[in-house]
């Protein structure tokens, strides 16, 4: 029946999404069917010697309306880009050997993913596992000898009654499924194969894996091996609580020919990301003291290699770190992080003093402006990362002896005849408290200053994220339908430190409320915004806060709200978060503090709601079920606001991740606000 309904539903938009567009459909703006020809690069792998770096070419494959992964090497220079592995197989994952004569890769051309080898003077490639599940975090031994990757191992759960025994030939109902899992389901994944994530070796010329941890516990990478290739270092909680207390992790010594377990680390809080040093000595790693607050920053510290003297680098620094590599040589660490917007690549010695190496990292989401980013090193020193522009998707740049350059071009054949949105930076005091605010407001093309323009808010997820500078096939859709677009960083967004980011502790949504509300005032007062035509979107954590925003102002002429939260409680107990949200997000569990559950729920206010309001959520999202989307629908039925429920059949959370989708909600957000909008006032 639900299939049905969503069919309907859907056809409804689809004739309500051809409705006429201020302004007319024009081919030097990015349309519709633009969206399949978008490429970036993700995962750039440097080769050791520094002069070549093999990296995962995202594009869409149209027929299948879905991602394609290929394999692409490029010089360092930027000569000879050139495909290792391309077609309609998706390959990922490229890991050069120790002296660089190979590349592992996991490839799923034999319709189940396995490791791959390929030799690189020759192109040869061999098939060297034969695993019934996926590999991940793979990792090459030093002597080049062996693979290194965690898998999941399944331990099904023996039913509690055995099924009735159905008569030759008859049709009988499926069994039944038994769960004895907290979180028994994942967004993405859908329903859980029961089972541990472990660890294992293979040989890298092919043959039998062996396993090497065991136990009712999950072992995660990224995996490290010793300068000696006897020991791995492996993140994992063995706790007894494992289940309850999923925010903690330790980090173990793995002994690779016994599979002995020597334990690292002991606090409360996780301790992840371990890495060798070059010379064994030390080891790096991330974690945080865990405060149960509603952000808590990952810092960056470093110990001996069997354990002792753990130490924060650099106290002082107030961000999160991400994916710590040490130099060549050993004397500083490289890692990740954003400040006010921006992903970074900087590099702290080991007695704390920090250096910026490369700015604009990122590029890799492309439906939205969130920071993202990764990158690699050589022996060399040389290093290779994903770069990105507010008017292009990520590429590969390198830098080599301190001079950086960008490698890689994907979207120059697509994007070098298009004319779009033009982004500046806009900051303001919010109304609350006078706290600075930062966000960026995106034109439309052929921007005209002294014109009236619509304005929709767009809100980040999260909420503990951040949106930065960088292209957004959405943002960019809206200012290309003669949108202008205001994003922003309110309160409770990550990049402006520990402090900004936990103003919403507890208190979430709230103040950031009055953040947002001042952007759009700021916006205004810029002389060619028009006032009568303001609109809102956000999803999942903006979802929360664009059903906050209706249900505290009427200022806007039509909302929408994408995949929300609406009453805490519920999304809480049927979330695939939910040991962490009730623990971390509220001071106790819904049934011992309902009033603070109620109080923070967006369907509390819903009886002041007369705003247009317009709900889209995937039908198999478990981050926050389409229940929550489908009780704010109701409430607004029946207190007679003009709504409609958006279903998307088959999607998760991340329900644009398919090309037709995120045309879709595009095409759906804007037609919705076409209904709506003043079209005497409208810039064309």
């Given at each position: 029946?639900?299939r049905?309904?969503?069919?309907?539903?859907?056809?409804?938009?689809a004739?309500?999404a051809?409705?006429?567009a201020?302004?007319?459909?024009?081919?030097?703006?990015?349309?519709a069917?633009?969206v399949?020809?978008?490429?970036?690069a993700?995962?750039?792998?440097?080769?050791?010697?520094?002069?070549?770096?093999?990296?995962?070419?995202?594009?869409?494959?149209?027929?299948?309306?879905?991602?394609?992964?290929?394999?692409?090497?490029v010089d360092?220079?930027?000569?000879n880009?050139?495909p290792?592995?391309?077609?309609?197989?998706?390959?990922g994952?490229p890991r050069?050997?120790?002296?660089?004569?190979?590349l592992a890769?996991v490839?799923?051309?034999?319709?189940?993913?396995?490791?791959?080898?390929?030799?690189?003077?020759?192109?040869?490639?061999?098939v060297?596992?034969?695993?019934?599940?996926?590999?991940?975090?793979?990792?090459?031994?030093?002597?080049?000898?062996?693979?290194?990757?965690t898998?999941?191992?399944?331990?099904?759960?023996?039913?509690?009654?055995?099924?009735?025994?159905?008569?030759?030939?008859a049709?009988?109902?499926?069994?039944?499924?038994?769960?004895?899992?907290?979180?028994?389901?994942?967004?993405?994944?859908?329903?859980?194969?029961?089972?541990?994530?472990?660890?294992?070796?293979?040989?890298?010329?092919?043959?039998?894996?062996?396993?090497?941890?065991?136990?009712?516990?999950?072992h995660?990478?990224?995996?490290?091996?010793?300068?000696d290739?006897?020991?791995?270092?492996?993140?994992?909680?063995?706790?007894?609580d494992?289940?309850?207390?999923?925010?903690?992790?330790?980090?173990?010594?793995?002994?690779?020919?016994s599979?002995?377990?020597?334990?690292?680390?002991?606090?409360?809080?996780?301790?992840?990301?371990?890495?060798?040093?070059?010379?064994?000595k030390?080891?790096?790693?991330?974690g945080?003291?865990?405060?149960?607050?509603?952000?808590?920053?990952?810092r960056?510290?470093?110990?001996?290699?069997n354990?002792?003297?753990?130490?924060?680098?650099?106290?002082?620094?107030?961000?999160?770190?991400?994916?710590?590599?040490?130099?060549?040589?050993?004397r500083?660490?490289?890692?990740?992080?954003?400040?006010?917007?921006?992903?970074?690549l900087?590099?702290?010695?080991?007695?704390?003093?920090?250096r910026?190496?490369?700015?604009g990292l990122?590029?890799?989401?492309?439906?939205?402006?969130?920071?993202?980013g990764?990158?690699?090193?050589?022996?060399s020193?040389?290093?290779?990362?994903?770069?990105?522009?507010?008017?292009?998707?990520?590429?590969?740049?390198?830098?080599?002896?301190g001079?950086?350059?960008?490698?890689t071009?994907?979207?120059?054949?697509?994007?070098?005849h298009?004319r779009?949105?033009?982004?500046r930076?806009?900051?303001?005091?919010?109304?609350?408290?006078?706290?600075?605010?930062?966000?960026w407001?995106?034109?439309?093309?052929?921007?005209?200053?002294?014109?009236?323009?619509p304005?929709i808010?767009?809100?980040?997820?999260?909420?503990?994220?951040?949106?930065?500078?960088?292209?957004a096939?959405?943002?960019?859709?809206?200012?290309?339908?003669?949108?202008?677009?205001?994003?922003?960083n309110?309160r409770?967004?990550?990049?402006?430190g520990e402090?900004?980011?936990?103003?919403?502790?507890?208190?979430?949504?709230?103040?950031?409320?009055?953040?947002l509300?001042?952007?759009?005032?700021?916006a205004?007062?810029?002389?060619?915004?028009?006032?009568d035509?303001?609109?809102v979107?956000?999803?999942?954590?903006?979802?929360?806060?664009?059903?906050?925003?209706?249900?505290?102002?009427?200022?806007?002429?039509?909302?929408?709200?994408?995949k929300?939260?609406?009453?805490?409680s519920?999304?809480?107990?049927?979330?695939?978060?939910?040991?962490f949200f009730?623990?971390?997000?509220?001071?106790?569990?819904?049934?011992?503090?309902?009033?603070?559950?109620?109080?923070?729920?967006?369907?509390?206010?819903?009886?002041?709601?007369?705003?247009?309001?317009?709900?889209?959520?995937?039908?198999e999202?478990?981050?926050?079920?389409?229940?929550?989307?489908?009780?704010?629908?109701?409430?607004?039925?029946?207190?007679g606001?003009?709504?409609?429920?958006?279903?998307?059949p088959?999607?998760?959370?991340?329900?644009?991740a398919?090309?037709?989708?995120?045309?879709?909600?595009?095409d759906n957000?804007?037609?919705?606000f076409?209904r709506?909008?003043a079209?005497?006032?409208?810039?064309?």
């Amino acid at each position: 029946m639900f299939r049905r309904v969503a069919a309907l539903v859907l056809a409804s938009h689809a004739a309500f999404a051809a409705e006429p567009a201020a302004p007319p459909p024009d081919p030097a703006r990015l349309q519709a069917r633009d969206v399949f020809d978008l490429e970036h690069a993700v995962d750039p792998q440097i080769s050791p010697h520094g002069r070549r770096v093999a990296y995962v070419r995202m594009s869409f494959d149209v027929r299948k309306d879905a991602p394609r992964a290929n394999l692409w090497i490029v010089d360092a220079n930027g000569a000879n880009h050139r495909p290792l592995l391309s077609g309609a197989d998706s390959h990922g994952s490229p890991r050069w050997s120790p002296d660089g004569t190979r590349l592992a890769y996991v490839s799923e051309s034999g319709g189940s993913a396995q490791l791959h080898v390929r030799w690189l003077d020759t192109g040869d490639t061999a098939v060297v596992t034969d695993l019934v599940e996926s590999p991940a975090d793979l990792a090459w031994s030093p002597d080049g000898h062996w693979l290194a990757f965690t898998m999941l191992v399944r331990a099904p759960l023996e039913p509690l009654a055995p099924p009735p025994q159905a008569p030759e030939g008859a049709t009988w109902s499926p069994p039944v499924t038994t769960i004895d899992r907290l979180v028994f389901r994942a967004d993405g994944s859908g329903f859980l194969e029961r089972g541990f994530t472990h660890v294992f070796v293979a040989p890298a010329d092919g043959g039998a894996a062996r396993q090497l941890t065991s136990g009712d516990f999950d072992h995660g990478g990224p995996l490290s091996w010793s300068p000696d290739g006897r020991t791995l270092l492996v993140a994992a909680n063995r706790k007894a609580d494992w289940e309850i207390d999923a925010n903690e992790s330790e980090i173990f010594a793995l002994d690779v020919a016994s599979g002995a377990l020597t334990q690292l680390t002991d606090r409360d809080g996780p301790d992840f990301n371990p890495v060798f040093a070059p010379d064994g000595k030390r080891i790096a790693y991330l974690g945080y003291d865990d405060r149960l607050q509603f952000h808590q920053a990952t810092r960056l510290y470093v110990m001996d290699a069997n354990g002792a003297n753990g130490r924060e680098l650099n106290a002082r620094f107030d961000e999160d770190v991400f994916d710590p590599r040490w130099s060549p040589d050993g004397r500083s660490i490289l890692f990740m992080h954003d400040a006010r917007g921006i992903r970074k690549l900087s590099s702290v010695t080991l007695d704390g003093r920090m250096r910026e190496i490369a700015s604009g990292l990122g590029g890799n989401d492309l439906g939205r402006p969130y920071t993202t980013g990764s990158f690699s090193v050589a022996r060399s020193g040389a290093l290779a990362f994903t770069a990105s522009t507010p008017q292009r998707p990520a590429d590969v740049a390198v830098v080599t002896g301190g001079a950086r350059s960008s490698v890689t071009a994907l979207n120059e054949d697509l994007l070098a005849h298009k004319r779009l949105g033009e982004l500046r930076e806009l900051t303001w005091k919010s109304s609350h408290d006078g706290r600075e605010i930062q966000g960026w407001l995106v034109t439309p093309p052929s921007f005209d200053a002294t014109q009236k323009y619509p304005l929709i808010l767009e809100i980040h997820g999260g909420p503990v994220t951040a949106y930065g500078p960088t292209f957004a096939t959405e943002i960019q859709r809206y200012a290309a339908a003669g949108y202008v677009v205001l994003y922003a960083n309110p309160r409770g967004s990550t990049s402006y430190g520990e402090a900004f980011a936990n103003l919403i502790h507890h208190a979430y949504p709230g103040n950031d409320y009055e953040d947002l509300m001042s952007g759009v005032d700021a916006a205004v007062a810029l002389g060619f915004v028009d006032p009568d035509n303001l609109f809102v979107t956000g999803g999942s954590g903006g979802g929360v806060l664009t059903a906050w925003i209706v249900g505290k102002t009427s200022r806007f002429r039509a909302a929408v709200v994408a995949k929300p939260v609406i009453n805490w409680s519920s999304m809480v107990l049927t979330s695939d978060g939910a040991p962490f949200f009730y623990r971390y997000w509220f001071s106790k569990p819904p049934w011992e503090a309902p009033d603070e559950y109620w109080r923070r729920s967006p369907l509390s206010l819903v009886g002041n709601v007369t705003t247009p309001t317009m709900l889209i959520t995937g039908e198999e999202d478990w981050r926050t079920p389409i229940g929550e989307s489908e009780q704010y629908y109701a409430a607004l039925k029946l207190r007679g606001v003009e709504t409609l429920l958006v279903r998307v059949p088959e999607a998760s959370h991340d329900f644009a991740a398919r090309p037709s989708l995120l045309i879709a909600k595009t095409d759906n957000i804007v037609a919705w606000f076409e209904r709506f909008r003043a079209k005497p006032e409208a810039a064309q």
